[in-house]
């Protein structure tokens, strides 16, 4: 069992930058699947990105060129720096590691809002 925590969410204008953290409550460093989601209103929870334990990337065609995931195995954290916001990334963002096949974790999730 791991317990995720995120933060560093907010309300921001159309083209600036925030930068989400999730601290896991244990070693991430043996830990493949790591990525972050999201969910707008009325909508479904979306992929957004994705990183390995070898530091590979992956992005959603969404997100690609503005947004970057990476982690910090010393600290425990996984991170996702948010450039050139715009409104249409407004949702709740989701923090998530698949420990085994089928068990999944997921943080508590944190509002990202972008203004016009």
């Known amino acids: 069992q791991v317990q995720l925590v995120e933060s560093g969410g907010g309300l921001v204008q159309a083209g600036g930058s925030l930068r989400l953290s999730c601290a896991a409550s244990r070693s991430i460093f043996s830990i493949n699947a790591m990525g972050w989601y999201r969910q707008a ?58 420990t085994r096949p089928g068990y999944d974790h997921w943080g508590q999730g944190i509002q990202v809002t972008v203004s016009s």
């Open 41 to 98: 209103p009325e909508k479904q929870r979306e992929w957004v990105a994705s990183i390995t334990s070898g530091g590979s990337t992956t992005y959603a065609d969404s997100v690609k060129g503005r947004f970057t995931i990476s982690r910090d195995n010393a600290k425990n954290t996984l991170y996702l720096q948010m450039d050139s916001l715009k409104p249409e990334d407004t949702a709740v963002y989701y923090c998530k590691v698949v």
